[in-house]
């Protein structure tokens, strides 16, 4: 049975956040890795082989939205969907998702978004 | 009667308005002066010699203007050969220009000028003759006046609009800056808010499920963002009363180590669960000093809250030393470090204006602006040395004694 459990990689740099949404994804039936910064993620992503990447934006270093970019240039990752999810303004997310092409986007915050976008998004995934 | 009024000034604004071409020559009138046409020279003359502000005058006879004379065409005769004696006693008629420009003082100033302006070269500025429908002589219309007042307020206008423009686009730049600060204190603001309502909700699960070392857990982290969210809430009070003015120095008596011993306390809960070691290092037992404690602690806090946030493992050390008149703190961090192109705008509240959208690090510039500012009101001074990649440290020095 669990091998049909989805496979979510979250991204973010506050811990705090981290492991609070890792115990929540967790808690709704999904296997969860989570890294903690920029750096490393492209290796990440070939280790873990996700359904789902949540992203956070704002990180030092190696921003989310340039990582996003990275990822899609290396064939082993480029397949892999990409959902921000960010404390950034909706308008700024909505234009990040169109200028990097990734899949959308997940306000931080609302537990109940979360659930629903992150099924939504699994479920989208057809690959 | 020579009132002649060369204030071109308007009395209530002290600015010159520009006069539109639809008014009346009658409401222009800058001078009423005339003399009998039967005057003798001499006696113009002396008016002329007597007022400098007179450029002209209506030769008026019965209250019909017959004719004009001008400073100009007076002064030409006279200072001919013996023109005082050829033409003193003769009448000013015999020299004045019989057939001036006469305008009804109902007319427009557009048409009025044209008529002004057609006039052979030499004449040009001479003075037009306001007269009312009935024929009477009103005043003399100076075109030099109009034109300097015109001119006056052209330059008077294009300075306004200039000034205006500038003000406008300095308040734009400011409302810029200002409305980007916000969404920065904004996104700020929001990190823990989520974090916070997140570990709440997984709190509410542990206790469903009966996880009490789980709920142990998440509350160490639900604490953490909490106090970090004050933080973030005192430096956006703080830096509005700077920027009120209202920001008070209250100078006690206190212990700086146990001060600092408890600022290390609550940068351990700052951290959560980072492996990261917080220590204070100082050869003193204790040491009183003389300064605001609440303002000393919000300093050090800040400076060991940023080293919590850039500090993924390693430690961070709060060291303390006496020199002389001052005690000397610096926190130092094995964290990220600054960028050197970074370490010129640290202490603006603005120095970070990225983009909120494009905003790739943390932070608001906050701290580090309100924490400079208390240093300098506490008469210390603030430095640090960093390099990319190995750390920062931040050195603050305060007196001792007030």
């Known amino acids: 049975m669990d091998d049909q459990k989805k496979t979510i990689l979250v991204i973010d740099d506050d811990e705090n956040l981290l492991m609070a949404t890792r115990d929540l994804l967790e808690n709704w039936g999904y296997r969860v890795y989570t890294h903690k910064r920029g750096f490393g993620s492209t290796a990440a992503i070939d280790l873990v082989k996700p359904d789902l990447v949540l992203l956070d934006i704002n990180m030092p270093g190696l921003p989310g939205d340039r990582l996003a970019g990275l990822i899609k240039t290396f064939e082993a990752t480029k397949r892999v969907p990409i959902v921000f999810y960010s404390s950034n303004d909706e308008d700024a997310l909505r234009e990040a998702v169109s200028v990097h092409k990734v899949r959308g986007y997940i306000p931080k915050g609302d537990i109940y978004e979360l659930r629903q976008k992150v099924r939504q998004y699994l479920n989208c995934n057809c690959a | ?402």
């Open chain 2, 1 to 402: 009667m020579l009132t002649k009024s060369r204030d071109l000034k308007d009395t209530a604004t002290g600015e010159t308005a520009l006069v539109h071409i639809d008014t009346h020559v009658g409401g222009l009138i800058t001078s009423k002066g005339n003399i009998a046409p039967g005057a003798p020279v001499k006696q113009a003359a002396d008016i002329f010699f007597g007022n400098v502000e007179v450029d002209a005058m209506a030769l008026v006879d019965c209250m019909e203007p017959i004719g004009l004379i001008t400073r100009n065409k007076l002064l030409m005769k006279l200072f001919r050969l013996y023109g005082y004696e050829l033409y003193g006693k003769r009448p000013i008629i015999t020299m004045a220009d019989t057939s001036p420009l006469y305008v009804n003082s109902k007319e427009r100033l557009d048409v009025a000028l044209d008529m002004a302006m057609s006039r052979p070269f030499q004449e040009i500025y001479d003075e037009l003759v306001v007269v009312d429908p009935k024929g009477h002589y009103m005043g003399l219309l100076s075109i030099k006046d109009l034109v300097i007042r015109q001119s006056h307020a052209l330059a008077n206008s294009i300075v306004q609009k200039e000034l205006a423009n500038a003000k406008a686009s300095e308040l734009e730049k400011i409302s810029q800056v200002k409305t980007q600060f916000l969404a920065n204190v904004t996104h700020e603001l929001r990190s823990p808010v989520n974090a916070i309502i997140s570990l709440a909700e997984l709190m509410q699960v542990s206790c469903d499920k009966g996880y009490i070392g789980q709920l142990k857990d998440r509350l160490a982290l639900l604490i953490s963002s909490s106090a970090s969210l004050k933080a973030i809430i005192n430096n956006v009070l703080d830096l509005s009363k700077i920027e009120a003015g209202k920001m008070d120095v209250i100078y006690e008596e206190f212990d700086a180590v146990a001060k600092l011993d408890e600022i290390v306390e609550t940068t351990k809960v700052l951290l959560g669960n980072k492996h990261v070691d917080v220590k204070l290092v100082t050869s003193e037992q204790s040491l009183f000093i003389e300064s605001d404690p609440v303002k000393l602690r919000q300093i050090v806090l800040n400076l060991t809250s940023n080293a919590a946030k850039f500090t993924e493992d390693g430690s961070i050390t709060v060291r303390m030393e006496v020199a002389g008149k001052f005690i000397g703190v610096s926190v130092s961090d094995t964290g990220l470090g600054i960028k050197q192109e970074d370490m010129e705008k640290l202490f603006t509240a603005f120095g970070q204006i990225e983009d909120a959208k494009t905003k790739s690090r943390e932070g608001t510039g906050l701290g580090l602006t309100v924490t400079k500012y208390l240093v300098n009101l506490l008469g210390g001074e603030i430095r640090f040395e960093s390099e990319w990649g190995r750390g920062t440290t931040f050195f603050v020095r305060l007196p001792i004694k007030k």
